[in-house]
């Protein structure tokens, strides 16, 4: 799986949106880049993938740029629970490999 | 996310005595996983699941069994506890794997202190 490299901290103000960046520039034509976060104490919670288009769900969007080395993960109004660290996986979506989940981004929104 | 639960939900036991802890879901998801999470190690992979009895090893294995009896059970077994096994203990399942149903979704954890 390739390498990610995230910021290992942010600050967002309650309301903003949050944009987390996440450089994966030795990523393979068949790896998708996926997003989870982790609240204290709690499971890491999936939040969005994908491959080469940018995507949005309830809960987030995904910007990948057109050569695919990076991307960002959007909060379009961050909240007060939104604070957790952030992790940015990028993998091959077949077999029963483990998830790696590196440093990630720690994000605290502020009131 | 993929109805997953996790019992018990903290334990503590002490050296040498087993433990079990189970996770179910109602997704009736293919694949599930057991993985350990301590300061300074991130997630690490234990065993998983890809079938109905048909498990595997993962990177920390050692001290650990599990077992796969229905799709929607997944135990793991301390058969005899060592403090180092002091962790918290997530389960995760994957629906198949390919494109969108290659996702990986976490039970709420088990924390086990082993005195």
């Known amino acids: 799986d390739a390498k990610t490299t995230q910021p290992p901290s942010m600050d967002c103000a309650e309301g903003r949106a949050a944009n987390l960046p996440c450089n994966h520039s030795?990523?393979?034509?068949?790896?998708?880049v996926y997003w989870y976060r982790q609240i204290h104490s709690q499971g890491p919670q999936y939040i969005i993938h994908?491959?080469?288009n940018n995507e949005t769900n309830e809960m987030a969007s995904l910007i990948i740029t057109e050569d695919r080395k990076s991307s960002t993960l959007i909060l379009p109004h961050a909240t007060l629970r939104d604070t957790a660290v952030y992790y940015c996986?990028?993998?091959?979506?077949?077999?029963?490999?483990?998830?790696?989940f590196g440093q990630g981004t720690r994000l605290t929104i502020n009131p | 996310d993929a109805g997953i639960t996790q019992s018990p939900r903290h334990k503590v036991t002490e050296t040498g005595t087993p433990v079990t802890l189970r996770c179910h879901q109602t997704?009736?998801?293919?694949?599930m996983y057991w993985y350990r999470q301590d300061p300074g190690h991130g997630l690490r992979l234990i065993h998983y699941?890809?079938?109905?009895?048909?498990?595997d090893k993962g990177e920390v294995s050692d001290g650990y069994s599990v077992s796969r009896s229905k799709t929607e059970d997944f135990l793991l077994t301390l058969e005899s506890a060592t403090s180092s096994q002091t962790s918290v203990y997530f389960c995760?399942?994957?629906?198949?794997?390919?494109?969108?149903?290659?996702?990986?979704?976490f039970g709420p954890g088990t924390r086990l202190t082993v005195l």
């Open positions: 699941s890809y079938g109905v009895k048909d498990t």
């Open positions: 994908g491959l080469k």
């Open positions: 996986i990028v993998r091959v979506a077949q077999g029963a490999q483990k998830l790696v």
């Open positions: 997704e009736n998801h293919r694949y």
């Open positions: 995760a399942t994957k629906k198949s794997e390919g494109g969108e149903t290659d996702t990986q979704y």
């Open positions: 030795t990523i393979s034509g068949n790896e998708y």
